[in-house]
């Protein structure tokens, strides 16, 4: 019986390794050791990043240093600087003497307004004021009559004043060989005190009957002048209702009817003066504050274009913007009409030596606190710090160099990667 093999195996010695395959395993070793030295940092590398991108889905601009243009460009349009609206000063009936888009000179009447309301008015406050100052005319004869009545009381007070110093004289003279008696010497001295009290009486009543009648004048009199403030303001709107060009220029719109009834300060038509023209840009309101008198524009107009400066700036925002009016700096071309359009530009800041690069989607992600620099085959997240945001450019405060690379490009699919591969 045959329990196993063992009694069939025999044991075989090895054969004996040539020197020459030893060499070439030791060939072989250093080679892969030679490989493993090289390409390990970049393996270690693609292997830490945990996400990579392709190259041709990117765009990588370089920073640099260049000057910073802050800017902001719009379209606009050719406007009046003076284009006056004229308005009715009364209620009534208007009478256009002009149409629209004809030319007129200072003065020119355009229109009238017939009021009889205004006119009615105007002569009844005519007659108050006729009254007053004939009211004014009486009291300053008045006046006079009661000045001669008070000088001829206090003449005729003087008058006793002199008889009663007279009589004291001779009752002295009197008394003193005792020709009269005491009681009739006594009575003459009451006599010229008498006389005395009703002379300075007389006085005093002189003066102030004098600045009675003054006052009650001057109080007339100011009763005169108010009147004829208030038939001035009303011969002025009467005036007025004949309306004239303030401008020369060219009538624009017609803002009522021929005849039509209009209310007062109601607005009747406009007049463009054609020989100062400026550009209304309409500019975000993001941009109101950076804005300023002053400040540089550049106007495109049918193919040139034309140095210009910023004269204001609305205080009003409409529908997101807010209204710049730019002037011409060489004067107004010629052959410019009324809202024609144009392109305008205006230079907000120019500062040389910035540190930029092209502005991108990258400035909007993660509110631009980071920025993917190109470090070889792989892209490092690095913090940054932006400046000042232009049309094209963004300016870098800290965290790049110039020189440097980076992505411009939205970064949103990998923003939470310290390191990226990127591949071909």
């Given at each position: ?5 063992s ?8 054969p ?12 072989i070793a250093?080679?892969v ?10 393996m ?7 996400a990579s ?7 990588i601009?370089?920073?640099r ?6 800017d ?15 308005y ?7 009478s256009f003497?002009?149409q629209?888009?004809?030319?007129v000179a200072?003065?020119d009447l355009l229109a009238t ?15 108050t ?7 004014a ?7 006079r ?5 008070k000088?001829?009381?206090l ?7 002199r008889a009663?110093e007279r009589?004291k ?8 060989p005792?020709?009269i008696s005491?009681v ?5 001295g ?5 006389a005395?009290n009703?002379?300075?009486q ?7 009957e ?6 009650e ?16 303001d009303?011969?002025?709107?009467a005036d007025?209702?004949?309306i004239?060009?303030?401008v020369?220029?060219?009538v624009?719109?017609?803002?009522a ?6 209310a007062?300060?109601?607005?009747l038509?406009?007049?463009?003066d054609l020989?100062?023209?400026e550009?209304e ?18 106007i495109?107009?049918a193919g040139a274009?034309?140095?210009g400066?910023?004269?204001a ?5 409409v ?6 009016r ?5 004067g ?6 009324q809202?024609q359009?144009?392109?305008?530009r ?7 030596g910035?540190?930029?690069v092209?502005r991108g ?5 993660g ?26 450019q963004v ?5 790049l160099?110039?020189?440097q ?8 699919e990998?923003a939470?990667q310290a ?6």
């Amino acid at each position: 019986m045959i329990r196993d093999t063992s009694q069939q195996d025999r044991i075989l010695a090895p054969p004996p390794t040539s020197p020459k395959r030893w060499l070439v395993r030791g060939g072989i070793a250093l080679a892969v050791l030679g490989v493993l030295v090289v390409f390990m940092p970049g393996m270690a590398r693609w292997f830490t990043a945990s996400a990579s991108v392709s190259s041709e889905r990117l765009r990588i601009a370089e920073v640099r240093r260049d000057t910073l243009l802050r800017d902001v460009a719009a379209q606009a349009r050719i406007v009046a600087a003076r284009s006056p609206t004229l308005y009715a000063q009364a209620a009534g009936t208007v009478s256009f003497a002009v149409q629209a888009g004809q030319a007129v000179a200072v003065g020119d009447l355009l229109a009238t307004v017939d009021s009889p309301e205004l006119a009615s008015e105007l002569k009844r406050e005519q007659a108050t004021l006729a009254s007053l100052e004939a009211e004014a005319s009486g009291q300053m004869i008045a006046n006079r009559r009661a000045q001669l009545t008070k000088a001829r009381e206090l003449e005729t007070a003087r008058v006793a004043l002199r008889a009663a110093e007279r009589e004291k004289q001779r009752a002295d003279k009197a008394w003193a060989p005792r020709a009269i008696s005491e009681v009739d010497h006594l009575r003459a001295g009451d006599e010229l005190e008498n006389a005395t009290n009703a002379f300075r009486q007389a006085e005093q009543d002189v003066a102030l009957e004098r600045d009675a009648l003054a006052l009650e004048l001057s109080t007339r009199r100011k009763a005169v002048e108010r009147q004829q403030l208030l038939v001035a303001d009303l011969q002025r709107k009467a005036d007025a209702l004949a309306i004239k060009a303030p401008v020369a220029g060219m009538v624009g719109n017609l803002l009522a009817a021929e005849r039509a009834q209009v209310a007062v300060n109601a607005p009747l038509l406009t007049v463009v003066d054609l020989t100062e023209l400026e550009v209304e840009v309409p500019v975000p309101e993001v941009y109101a504050n950076d804005i300023v008198a002053g400040l540089s524009a550049e106007i495109a107009l049918a193919g040139a274009k034309l140095a210009g400066e910023v004269r204001a700036i609305s205080p009003e925002v409409v529908e997101g913007n807010v209204n710049v009016r730019v002037r011409f700096k060489d004067g107004t071309p010629p052959d410019l009409r009324q809202n024609q359009r144009a392109q305008a530009r205006i230079l907000i800041e120019e500062r040389p030596g910035t540190l930029l690069v092209e502005r991108g989607p990258f400035v909007d992600v993660g509110g631009g606190r980071f920025a993917f620099r190109i470090d070889g085959d792989r892209l490092v997240r690095v913090p940054v710090t932006l400046g000042a945001l232009a049309a094209g450019q963004v300016e870098i405060l800290s965290g790049l160099e110039p020189g440097q690379r980076i992505v411009i490009s939205d970064t949103s699919e990998f923003a939470e990667q310290a390191e990226v591969n990127l591949t071909n």
